[in-house]
């Protein structure tokens, strides 16, 4: 049975770079009607940000990968945040240690970094030869009894090559020679991500490991953990590089992938989830819009590409108006209202008046939070008009005429309804000899402020007689 796994280390903000690994890994399960697996990975406890509770909320809740195993969801005993695993850990580093593949280290931190430093300086690669690797462990272990500070290394091979086949990348060898020794338990007590990761995938039968390319030049590390462990290796799919629309690669203090930051802005998790799958992986179709069931019927490893890929926040904005404009109504009155009523007072509003002014954008909103961007015309006091505005009301002897008309009309009408609009636009036209452009752009840029926007009589609708009234007047003869 495939068996896959989401192990995020959580010393950052979650991204889009975490979600794709979550989604391939769980469209890789369950499109082989395989189990999915929710590990936390929290060993670096003091750069920890993020929760366990807010993760799997997140998952469960919000974008619906639901795991199979995981925290509150133990298999047997099993325990899926590896901060409650140390004893697993610290036993098969014993193991290591009685093999004599492992050593403990008594090395200062301070001084390792500082002849880092220096190589860095001197342009030179770095490979600690530790002095340590050949203490006696009867003398070591002393050491440890007497209170010294120590961390666990493995002793890595000083020549020969080593070598494995990605699922995406192919066959790739790595050369020894260049591999430092590297540490299984830190002087915290705490594995190290490498260590603890290949125990746990292990144990818990993990039978592919996705993750994303940036991990390749780690794998030497890891195979040779499963060697002088004993256990077998999963199959390995690295997934390409995300980039920004820069080029650059996406960071950790990168807020345009930040995935809170995106669906409090009022980003569709199906939307995101959709232009996330499209990130390294290519349907090979012209289909573009995906279910999540869609998605695992056609998820395919071959289709994993192995460029990079440009994450684009336009692209992905394209994706949620998509989504935002096939909601029905009701939806869509749901998924808005909490963003308009975030920043405007509607206690004088009707029911009616709000769905209204909601439904006014629905064809054309980017995302949930720029209903009250679009809206502001609806709840500002003044008009404040930009040059190109400006400008065109100066244009042409006929605009104060159609604005003089446009008032009258409006102060005769005694019906406020979007027929009676409708037919009062048309009679200022008429009365002014002007073209229906004309007239429809001139009252949109007095009334809005804007030279385009939504169906000019819904928005004069919503916006009633005596504010439309003032907002004429106060333009007549300012221009």
């Not at 390995?236 to 960071?251: R, S």
């Not at 904005?317 to 909490?338: A, C, G, L």
Request: charged share 30%.
């Amino acid at each position: 049975m495939t068996r896959t796994r989401f192990a995020p280390s959580l010393t950052g903000h979650l991204h889009i770079g975490n979600l794709r690994s979550a989604l391939f890994a769980y469209l890789l399960a369950k499109h082989d009607d395989g189990e999915f697996i929710l590990r936390i990975e929290d060993t670096n406890s003091s750069k920890i940000l993020i929760s366990p509770e807010e993760l799997i909320n997140m998952l469960l809740n919000t974008f619906q990968l639901t795991y199979d195993e995981g925290p509150k969801k133990e298999r047997d005993s099993t325990e899926y945040i590896q901060s409650k695993r140390l004893d697993i850990y610290k036993s098969y580093a014993e193991k290591l240690l009685k093999k004599g593949e492992a050593y403990y280290c008594f090395c200062d931190k301070k001084t390792l970094n500082a002849k880092r430093m220096k190589a860095s300086e001197e342009k030179q690669n770095f490979l600690y030869e530790d002095p340590c690797r050949i203490i006696g462990i009867e003398e070591a272990k002393n050491r440890v009894l007497a209170g010294e500070s120590y961390t666990i290394r493995q002793k890595m091979p000083r020549s020969g090559q080593i070598s494995f086949h990605d699922l995406v990348y192919g066959d790739i060898t790595f050369d020894n020679s260049t591999l430092e020794d590297q540490i299984l338990i830190k002087s915290d007590g705490f594995p190290t991500y490498n260590f603890a990761n290949v125990i746990d995938d292990a144990l818990m039968d993990i039978t592919h490991v996705t993750r994303g390319c940036e991990y390749l030049s780690s794998m030497p590390k890891y195979l040779l953990l499963y060697e002088a462990l004993n256990f077998p290796r999963p199959e390995f799919v690295h997934l390409p590089l995300i980039k920004n629309k820069e080029k650059g690669n996406l960071t950790k203090t990168n807020k345009d992938d930040d995935l809170i930051d995106l669906l409090n802005q009022g980003f569709l998790p199906c939307a995101i989830l959709n232009y996330i799958a499209l990130l390294g992986w290519n349907p090979r179709t012209n289909q573009e819009f995906f279910t999540l069931q869609e998605l695992i019927n056609e998820f395919d490893i071959s289709k994993i590409t192995k460029r990079p890929c440009c994450y684009d926040i336009k692209k992905l904005v394209w994706f949620n108006k998509h989504y935002i404009s096939k909601m029905n109504d009701q939806e869509y009155i749901n998924f808005t209202r909490p963003y308009l009523e975030n920043v405007y007072n509607l206690k004088d509003k009707t029911e009616e008046w709000i769905n209204n002014l909601l439904l006014l954008f629905k064809k054309h909103l980017h995302f949930g939070s720029e209903i009250a961007l679009v809206s502001n015309l609806f709840f500002r006091e003044i008009i404040v008009l930009d040059e190109t505005c400006i400008s065109y009301l100066r244009s042409d002897e006929l605009i104060p005429s159609i604005l003089k008309t446009f008032k009258e009309e409006i102060e005769t009408c005694s019906d406020w309804n979007l027929q009676n609009i409708e037919e009062l636009l048309k009679r200022v036209e008429l009365k002014t000899n002007s073209t229906k452009e004309k007239t429809y752009r001139t009252i949109r840029i007095v009334v809005t402020g804007l030279n385009y926007g939504r169906e000019l009589s819904k928005i004069l609708f919503l916006l009633e007689q005596q504010t439309i009234i003032k907002r004429v007047e106060n333009s007549i003869g300012m221009y």
